[in-house]
């Protein structure tokens, strides 16, 4: 993957698509540029049986990878207490320092909290209609059991492929369910080359070398 030189902010474009990267973690935003021609799979697990989804929009791909980093902050504590599935949240400058047309949605990538070790995630970006959320936010599940709270440690993350669009839900369990599912395909996407060799950035090897 080729790196575009640093700006303060903006589209460092390419033939091949773009890619935002962005640091929050005490720096202003900076960006790189990358060719990110990526596969999507026509259909999605649903209750044992494979069904047909629409493709993502092509904005999203289009600006995929996305590499951010950023503090984490407290959420609505939800995640835990309700969901039993916990999150990382992005303070509203990481959210506000997304490009404007990355569109909502679930979406699936890598993580890492301070200097540890790259983990699965899942990822929402929106207003989560569910509950109505009147603020943009950013929540990341780590597919990865953590000991204790990592409240003011830099989560670093590259989103890489796209799930599904934002969209409401008539119960809670309908919502855990959906989360599970959304859990469970990045895991199966995550696996594929195109996506693995993303774990090895150099982007996660900085962090760990400051």
């Known amino acids: 993957m080729r790196r575009g030189h640093v700006h303060s902010g903006g589209w460092a474009g390419g033939a091949g698509g773009a890619v935002w990267l962005a640091d929050l973690s005490g720096s202003s935003p900076v960006v790189g540029s990358a060719p990110c021609g990526r596969r999507w ?3 999605q697990r649903h209750g044992g049986l494979w069904a047909p989804v629409p493709p993502p929009p092509r904005m999203a791909m289009r600006q995929l990878p996305y590499f951010c980093r950023g503090e984490v902050v407290k959420g609505f504590g939800r995640g835990s207490k309700e969901l039993g599935i916990p999150t990382a949240n992005f303070s509203e400058q990481v959210v506000e320092s ?8 679930i979406y699936y990538g890598w993580a890492c909290v301070g200097n540890g ?5 899942v990822l929402s970006i929106g207003w989560n209609p569910f509950y109505k959320n009147t603020k943009k936010s950013v929540e990341t599940h780590i597919i990865h059991t953590f000991k204790e709270d990592f409240y003011g ?12 669009p934002e969209k409401n ?8 369910s959906a989360i599970q599912e959304d859990i469970e395909e990045a895991k199966r996407q995550l696996d594929l080359p195109e996506h693995l060799k993303l774990k090895e ?6 962090q760990k070398a400051k």
């Open 41 to 43: 799979r026509a259909a």
């Open 98 to 105: 997304f490009p404007s047309d990355i569109p909502t949605g």
């Open 117 to 121: 070790d790259v983990h699965k995630m």
């Open 153 to 164: 440690e830099i989560l670093s993350i590259v989103i890489t492929g796209y799930i599904r």
């Open 169 to 176: 839900f008539d119960s809670l369990d309908a919502l855990i």
């Open 201 to 206: 950035d150099n982007f996660f090897i900085c």
